[in-house]
């Protein structure tokens, strides 16, 4: 069962993720935003790491999650959390790698010698996958870079010239969050699914109910056994991960390039499978591939394709403001049609508020 989400963030004179520095124009100090092209088009975008990254700020900072503090090892550029899913959410939902060895233990627990009477060292790597997985944040039109010189002075001191890139657009991106996978943990011997060491995984099995994996068996044909996470906590997690959207901020040169990256629009669906049904339903306009437009009928197409797919139903949030030109199709075409109505119930809310009633049936659907 996967939470997919699809959002819009509206962005003018941006500089939210660059790319380093690069000399141009006798100009040592100057930065390139990140971009890609497509068929002769500019799209920049914000890396898809990035997006990750202002999410856990902002629960840390909006919804008080305690984040695993970060370790790094004393003359090597190696960094890793705590690896601790139980204690610390944001283990559990963006997952980790860690990579480590620890005393092997003989039958009495006691730490096995080699032959030079050191302690026998064994690999106790650990790794999760995210249960959050996102897409990076890309303009949705060909974008025209602005680039803007500016300079650093003060008083009578003389001015030290710096250059950066600067966009306007509408972007988009995508996030699926597996509502399964959340609090609930493996340790068997396989990259991404030994998420506890054998420690961890005795002091916390006690608090956790022990399930079968449907997927995995072991080496005798027994299915593997996970351990969950009571299921307030689980649910706890997932609607604070959802809701910290309300709120997300971030992005580079804040300082003097100040943008809002709050979805300006939102869509928020429950699956079964992990197939993200909206990608492609806001696109370029065919003629002018600076424009953005909103396909309503593709999206009445994809809730008819997916419709033995989806859970819960379709919830849209829109910030007032933005693309009020669309209002009308959008109820006319996806909530109040008469002929041709959508296989799914959909609902039309502001940002927040779609947000908000997402999240009270989705407390309903995780059991």
């Known amino acids: 069962m996967k939470v997919q989400g699809f959002i819009l963030i509206d962005v003018d004179a941006a500089a939210l993720n660059n790319a380093g520095t690069v000399s141009r124009a006798g100009i040592e100090n100057a930065v390139e935003t990140k971009k890609i092209k497509k068929e002769g088009c500019v799209y920049p975008y914000v890396a898809g790491q990035a997006w990750g990254n202002w999410w856990r700020n902002t629960l840390q900072k909006d919804l008080k999650w305690v984040l695993s503090p970060i370790v790094k090892e004393d003359g090597q550029n190696i960094a890793y959390t705590q690896a601790n899913p139980f204690k610390y959410p ?12 620890e005393p092997e233990l003989d039958e009495k627990g006691e730490v096995k010698k080699n032959k030079n009477g050191k302690d026998k060292m064994k690999d106790a790597t650990v790794t999760r996958i995210s249960p959050l997985k ?3 944040l890309i303009s949705i039109g060909n974008v025209q870079i602005a680039r803007n010189f500016s300079s650093m002075s003060r008083q009578n001191d003389v001015p030290v010239p710096y250059g950066k890139e600067e966009y306007s657009a509408i972007m ?19 990259t ?11 002091e916390i099995e006690s608090q ?9 068996f072991n080496k005798n044909g027994n299915p593997e056994i996970l351990l969950r996470m009571k ?14 959207l309300k709120t997300i901020t971030g992005g580079a040169m804040q300082t003097n390039n100040m943008v809002d990256v709050t979805p300006k629009l939102i869509i928020l669906a429950v699956t079964k499978t992990g197939n993200h049904p909206f990608s492609h339903i806001i696109s370029a306009d065919p003629i002018n591939h600076e424009q953005s437009i909103f396909n309503i009928a593709d999206l009445k197409e994809v809730l008819k394709e997916y419709k033995e797919d989806f859970i819960s139903d379709i919830y849209i949030g829109k910030r007032g403001g933005f693309w009020n030109e669309y209002d009308k199709n959008i109820k006319d075409e996806l909530i109040s049609a008469k002929e041709n109505k959508p296989a799914i119930n959909v609902h039309y809310y502001p940002v927040n508020e779609a947000i908000d009633n997402f999240c009270i049936v989705l407390k309903e659907i995780i059991i």
Do not use: H, W
């Open 192 to 202: 991404g699914f030994k998420n506890l060491n054998e420690k961890l995984k005795k």
């Open 208 to 216: 956790c109910e022990k399930i079968n994996d449907p997927y995995v």
């Open 231 to 244: 299921l307030d906590i689980r649910k706890q997690r997932i609607i604070d991960t959802i809701k910290a």
């Open 172 to 190: 988009k991106g995508m996030f699926s969050l597996d509502v399964e996978q959340v609090g609930t943990f493996s340790s068997y011997n396989k």
């Open 134 to 136: 996102n897409s990076v």
């Open 90 to 101: 944001d283990d559990d939902i963006f997952g980790y790698m860690r990579a480590a060895k």
